[in-house]
């Protein structure tokens, strides 16, 4: 299979030197990569600013920004047989950034933002059939009501499944997370390491596409 697998936070620029993120370290994402590639598929990794080595066997684009996120998806994804979303989209950004560097001698600072596109909702939008899309939702909820709450996301941004997860994943090797699919809880609840979460996902991918 063609799978495009995107990892890592974006960054929003407020002015040259400062931006708006979030904490992803990108390990799942590049654990996922990692694994479609150790199973013989085509993988093009779309990678936010980390600190990680490049995984074997993929076609790694880089990006910064939701923008240059949503372009990279928008030229890829109609090529793709898999979309796994495990990048952490930022979900606002600064209403404009400014030149040079705001001086601190210059006081207080208000900046504006602005809430960010839903890049897999629009990406999706123009999905073909047979493609199989993996979302990825933080919650911070009980897991009945973060369940509940994914559970509509994934019905909203188009995707097949979606791998529900804590905060506390974001920078760390194991997450506690489940995966749910179009016909229930595809992969209970559990602490797993972020490989073999990965490993897990594509297995899920790979039945989904035969």
Known sequence: MRIIVTAGPTRE???????ISNASSGRMGYAVAAEAAAAGHEVTLLAGPVALPDPPG??????????????GLVERFGQCDALVMTAAVGDFRPERRVAGKIPRAGGPV?????????????VTAARRAGQ?????AVESLPPPEAQAKARAEMRSKGADFVVVNGPEAME????QACVLGPDGVA????????????????????????
């Open 13 to 19: 620029y407020i002015d040259d030197v400062r931006f």
């Open 58 to 71: 993929c076609e790694v684009v880089r990006f910064v920004s939701v923008e240059d996120l949503r372009a």
């Open 110 to 122: 208000t900046v504006r933002l602005l809430p960010t596109e839903d890049v897999l909702a629009a």
């Open 132 to 136: 199989v899309v993996v979302a990825f």
């Open 172 to 175: 760390a090797r194991q997450s």
């Open 187 to 210: 992969l209970e609840w559990g602490a797993r390491g972020k490989d073999e979460l990965a490993r897990q996902i594509v297995r899920l991918v790979e039945e989904k596409c035969r």
